[in-house]
């Protein structure tokens, strides 16, 4: 891929799992990569990484729940680059899996906190980018959404809809900004094996073999189990010239689970 090299891209929760995969990918193609996330230890692992291996990174620490911090990021990225041209937006509340039970048990503030993390949070980084892509011309934005805002399923309503949402802004920002050159993506991953995915599967009382042995057996269709880097290719690839022409979809990178 040609088309990443000297671009300024924000992966928002980058500090693990799909987020960090990403960053690597970014780097190795030659953007500068701004690794942003909650966990500043993370995000400066993270970074840190990149760097010992040749790329171009630096952390950030910031909470989507905290609007000042998000204008504090982007306004670090355009003093450090004068440019801001990719936002993979990763963040997701993972650890609240286990509470987002169904409509009648979940606690109301659970819901809440699910939506403000996941949803509300990449609207108000997306006004913070925005306006700088417009200037300049353009630029992609890459949103992590998930298999689960389509696929139905008795639990996990906060998440499902967060995700769901997330695919209704995407297509919004697609369709107000496509012919000022700003694009905007989604991709829906299936089951991958992060950290952050495992530590969930584990509080619901299954292991990784468990789950993924019942990913391969009744939903993927594939050969092999799911990577963090599955999901970070295609985000590299929207995210690069190569990817232009590409605006306004949701992608699958599940194995063959969602056939739509
Ligand atoms: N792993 C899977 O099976 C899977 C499947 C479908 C979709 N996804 C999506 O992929 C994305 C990455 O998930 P992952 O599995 O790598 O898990 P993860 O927990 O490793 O990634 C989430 C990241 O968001 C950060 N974060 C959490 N709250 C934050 C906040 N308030 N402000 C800033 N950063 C915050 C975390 O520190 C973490 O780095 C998520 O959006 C998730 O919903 C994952």
Wanted: glycine share 10%.
């Amino acid at each position: 891929m040609e088309g990443l090299k000297d671009k300024v891209v924000v992966v928002a929760g980058a500090s693990s799992g799909i987020g960090a995969a990403s960053a690597h990918k970014l780097a190795k193609h030659g953007a500068n990569v701004v690794v942003a996330d909650i966990s500043d230890d993370g995000a400066r692992a993270t970074a840190e990484a990149i760097m010992s291996s040749g790329g171009s990174a630096i952390p950030f620490r910031f909470d989507v729940t905290d609007e000042s911090t998000i204008v504090a990021l982007i306004a670090h990225v355009v003093e450090t680059y004068g440019q801001i041209d990719g936002l993979h937006y990763n963040v997701a509340d993972v650890a609240l899996t286990p509470k987002d039970t169904n409509l009648l048990d979940i606690d109301p503030a659970d819901w809440e906190r699910m939506l403000r993390v996941n949803l509300t949070g990449l609207f108000l980084t997306m006004r913070q980018v925005i306006p700088h892509m417009l200037k300049q011309g353009g630029g992609a934005i890459v949103n992590t959404s998930s298999a689960a805002a389509f696929s139905g399923e008795p639990n996990i309503p906060a998440y499902a809809s967060s995700k769901a949402g997330m695919n209704a802004l995407t297509r919004h920002v697609a369709s107000a900004y496509g012919r000022q050159g700003v694009r905007c993506n989604a991709i829906a991953p299936g089951a991958i094996a992060t950290e952050g995915a495992l530590a969930v599967v584990n509080v619901m009382g299954a292991d990784k073999d468990e789950w993924y042995g019942r990913v391969r057996e009744t939903l993927a269709h594939s050969h092999r189990d799911g990577e963090p880097e599955d999901v970070a290719s295609l985000a590299a690839f929207l995210m690069s010239d190569e990817g232009s022409w590409i605006n306004g979809q949701c992608i699958s990178v599940d194995g063959g689970w969602l056939f739509r």
